[in-house]
């Protein structure tokens, strides 16, 4: 079982950076693929960015390539997302999640995370 909590959101002006913080209970954190997804009003939930146990996979929705960088610290139980370029577009609830380790699905796909954390909001302004 992991619990995830996430920290960091806000308001920001587009074109400014913000960065956003999953915490993670559990001694296992370091054996999980772990997500980052958000969600938009009245759209449907998305990946955003992933990474593997030890940070050396990464994986980025083409949508914010060159723009977040996703990070983890396995000795703290935390992943990072930096996001940079902030568009209003880029406004929604961001969730962490951590991937089930005998999951096929796509690093992407939401159906492959077992653990979600509560969400923040980030809202950025034109």
């Known amino acids: 079982q992991v619990q995830l909590v996430e920290f960091g959101g806000g308001l920001v002006q587009a074109g400014g950076s913000l960065n956003v913080s999953c915490a993670a209970s559990?001694?296992?954190?370091?054996?999980?693929?772990m997500g980052w997804f958000r969600q938009a009003p009245g759209k449907e939930r998305e990946f955003v960015a992933g990474?593997?146990?030890?940070?050396?996979?990464?994986n980025y929705a083409d949508s914010v390539k060159g723009r977040f960088t996703i990070s983890r610290d396995n000795a703290k139980n935390t992943v990072y997302l930096q996001m940079n370029s902030l568009k209003p577009e880029d406004t929604a609830v961001y969730y962490c999640?951590?991937?089930?380790?005998?999951?096929?699905?796509?690093?992407?796909?939401?159906?492959?995370?077992?653990?979600w954390g509560q969400g923040t909001q980030v809202t950025v302004s034109s």
């Open positions: 559990g001694r296992t954190f370091r054996s999980y693929y």
């Open positions: 990474i593997g146990w030890s940070g050396s996979i990464k």
């Open positions: 999640a951590a991937r089930d380790p005998y999951t096929t699905q796509a690093m992407d796909d939401m159906a492959g995370y077992l653990y």
